[in-house]
């Protein structure tokens, strides 16, 4: 799974750099979330499968707070990078403003601003986690450094810890959701414009394979954060990590891309390139 992970965002990144054709908002925007999957999963992925094949099941003292950070940086640079790829969108139904909407200097600044607040963002959490004194057992009911697996094994009272996590996760998300909200009610109001059933149906086929990620990214994160305290499965937060820790950074090369004709033609380009290079 990893690794098929790997393949699709690279083979993704690779195209959007090679193919001059392909230098577009839209394509730089999704060429970012490839980055912030690959970072994503390679940021637990790899230790556990290091872990599953030594036998060992153990991580250090500074990587689990190290992988607990990394984990929460990119997931949430993606959240911030999902809400504007949706003012993309909305930009791309102004076809004649569209090149000065999105200007270069605008496409960087959004991407830089997605990472940087992702960045910064994921500061608060583990930080005040690991000021809390952990108990002699040191056992992580989970098969990576997931925040909330780490705060069971806190010995002291730790609803500040939390408050703060469910504080963060509620200023940030729902506020995204409201602005990819806004952004589609403009989109969808444009799509009913559309004359033709043909040009409305394509329309509607890009958004809702936006929509699909945004709903595993962010129902998954609002699912395991600002669930009920009374609440509490750790079977569940594993499976709610492997969805949206692994199955979304593996469907969004696909749903957004590699289905897609210019990224078709593109790579079959590309291979047809190297192909007559090599003879």
Wanted: hydrophobic share 50%.
């Amino acid at each position: 799974m990893y690794l098929i992970t790997l393949l699709g965002n690279i083979i993704l990144i690779s195209i959007t750099i090679l193919d001059s054709s392909l230098y577009t908002p839209t394509y730089f925007f999704l060429s970012n979330l490839s980055c912030l999957d690959v970072w994503y999963t390679s940021s637990a992925f790899p230790p556990m499968l290091i872990n599953f094949v030594s036998g060992k099941n153990t991580t250090s003292f500074s990587g689990c707070p190290a992988q607990m950070y990394f984990s929460l940086a990119m997931g949430s640079a993606e959240c911030v990078l999902l809400s504007m790829m949706a003012y993309d969108y909305v930009a791309i139904c102004n076809p004649l403003r569209y090149p000065i909407i999105m200007n270069k200097r605008i496409c960087v600044q959004i991407a830089a601003g997605s990472w940087v607040a992702g960045c910064f963002t994921a500061l608060v959490e583990p930080v005040s986690v690991l000021q809390l004194f952990l108990c002699g057992n040191s056992v992580i009911n989970h098969f990576a450094c997931e925040i909330l697996a780490v705060l069971k094994l806190v010995c002291v009272d730790t609803s500040m810890a939390q408050l703060i996590m469910r504080v963060v996760t509620a200023l940030l998300v729902p506020m995204l959701m409201l602005l990819i909200c806004i952004s589609y009610a403009f989109i969808l109001s444009n799509i009913l414009r559309i004359s033709s059933v043909d040009g409305q149906s394509k329309a509607f086929s890009t958004c809702a394979a936006h929509l699909t990620v945004v709903v595993l990214f962010y129902g998954t994160a609002l699912s395991m954060y600002l669930k009920p305290s009374s609440v509490d499965s750790q079977e569940i937060d594993k499976f709610m990590t492997l969805v949206y820790g692994a199955l979304t950074p593996i469907l969004n090369p696909i749903i957004y891309s590699l289905r897609n004709k210019e990224v078709k033609a593109a790579l079959k380009k590309l291979l047809f390139r190297n192909s007559l290079v090599m003879f």
